[in-house]
């Protein structure tokens, strides 16, 4: 610990150190003046920043910032220099806004499409929600302003989010729900991670050793805070035993006495206190690094805002009509058009330093071409026939008919979850009656989450997902449809047909204060491969306005050590007209393992930019945990000798080349044979099965005896396939008669042979 931070610790009093590890008001922490111990502002994020003129002061609105685009956005980009860039920009616009720390990003995984904030989240793969975490991490701390990722962990859903029991196994929690915090943690070191309002297996968040201090410290090593979620905490001694360092927001005085209290009556050890004052401390000094004040470039931000939003445009459906050109008239529908839909509400709304208002950026680029406007539809849930004919009366006289639909917030929004997947049903009614009459009919969502397209998709002529898409989506827009910027988005969540379909759907939104997470590990991709259920598009994809080859793929070796990984390389060539971007995929497949995997899990990607007719080589490294699977027994990341693919694709579903590799495992497992396991375990360890090897020719004997066989010996079975997943124990129980010493001790006496010390 460096000597100012425990000279002052030193010098707290206990009552110092328990208000230090609660906030003094919404946003700031408590400064200890008499030791020279400044406060921290912290302020909302995760795609801008909301700084409120009193930081003291929890409702107010927020001063100007830029409004990047969201999460879903954001990861659709799969560019991880681009975040980086975004984050050195929120870092200037936390200086400018006098800002330590910015709580974002938020890296829960898309358990459910209909999941209220999923807006704000990066995907369904912990593996791209990872890189993309990191790299907005390590931007906007290279700037000296600090991240809180959030919301650790497995907050997946709106409904009673302050409550809910999420009931979730060690391995979805270990391969599915924490990774992407992993990587941002050992790769980052993000100054604070926020906890999550919600219980985990029976424990909440804020209190959760096992999550907060056996997991997040001592295994992955942070470095950093854990501050509560605002208003987390239920019981501030249970939590900083849980290993919750600050609790926000403040003041608190009741928690603050309980604290002391607490360490009067050793119900609470002053180390505990200790270690959360020294983590705080050393963020608050390290905040100070970081000289305050100045200004911001608004325009640059807002056309960097406009980049990244074209980067994050999926497009889904084009049959030919984009990009525009030569339309004479254009009939622009949708209320969005004018009021643009670019961010999310709840605790993320930006006050944004200005709005591309999507018709004008359209106007601005459409030069001759005359436009013409229809609102469509209303900002509720009623419905309006006279909005529908306005529409289709301008529609039909035009050369082409742009749908601008947003999805309103009474059916997205942080705090609630979704209702259904669908658009309203006057935007439904909209889009089928303006196709009806127009072929040329291209829709333009604004959304944070996929939405069900079936009732509409095949009457239109394109389709063009911008998300939620920033302050200056609606420039970024008029781009694509222009062709300005060729299209290179794509999905990092799966569309659903419909939802029943999706992984979670019979176990959402849970109820009685659970959620049972019954998919395990299968979420998203994972479980439509398993399910060989067809989706609306998959995972991965997104059209170009260029076609993209592949070609010579290969592997730096065949047969690998684990530890050493394994390098890929594969040649992609633009085969268009136009330059593109196209993002290669590559998954891996185990072709056999202990434990049921999902058919592919991403493990690498790369975003390649290319003139037409241009070819580069893409290169991916995929190391130990690219084929590696946590295995609940031996409470670790394992991997196991075998064969396995490397899939390179375009998307998850269209896999372009297959390599098979073979990889020796370097590990040295311990033998975890116990009084429970059963033959088959004994047997497949070769430790074990050269103890139990004699035995166990007695025990097949036995059973011989047991159940009779033939006179050609055919017992009418086989016999391990009948006993060999029983305990040793039990079977042998069975065989007692036969035994020359109790069953339970012959297992004790292997036991101790094996392991050389009482079981
Ligand atoms: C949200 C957090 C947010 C905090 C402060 C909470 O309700 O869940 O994401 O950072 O409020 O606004």
Redesign the pocket.
Known sequence: MPDKIKAIIDKMTLEDKAALCTGASAWTTTPIEHLGVPEIIVS?GPHGVRRVPDAKSLVMSSLPATCFPTASSLASTWDVDLLHKMGEALAEEGIALNVDVI??P?VNMKRSPLGGRNFEYYSEDPYLAGEMAASLINGIQSRGVGT?I??FAANNQEFQRFCINAEVDERALREIYLPAFETAVKRTQPWTV?CA?NKLNGTYCSENHVLLVDILKDEWGFEGLVVS???AVHDRVASLKGGLDLE?PGPQDKRVEAVVEAVHSSELDEKILDESVRRILSIVFKAQETSKGGEFDVEAHHLQARKIASEGMVLLKNDGILPLKGHQHIAVIGRAAKEAHFQGG???HINPTKVAIPFKELQNLAGEAELSYAEGYPTDATFHQELIDQAVGIAQTADVALLYLALPSFKES?GYDRPDLDLTEQQIALIKAVAKVQPNTVVILNNGAPVAMSAWIDDVAAVLEAWMMGQAGGGAIADILFGKVNPSGKLAETFPIKIVDTPASINWPGGAGEVHYGEGIFIGYRYYDAKELPVLFPFGYGLSYTTFTYSNANVSVKTFKDADGVTLTVDVTNAGKVAGKEIVQVYVHDQKSELVRPYKELKGFAKVELQPGETKTVSVELDFRAFAYYHPKYQQWITEDGDFDVLIGASAADIRHSLSVTLKSTLELPCIIDKESTIREWMADPRSSAVLGPVFEQIKANNRDLFGSDDDGDMGMDVMDMIGDMPLVSVLLFQQDKLSIPGDEMVDGLLLQLHGKEA
């Open positions: 909302d709580l974002g938020g809180s959030k919301h926020m309002y979620d605002w208003g926000m709840g605790s993320s942080e």
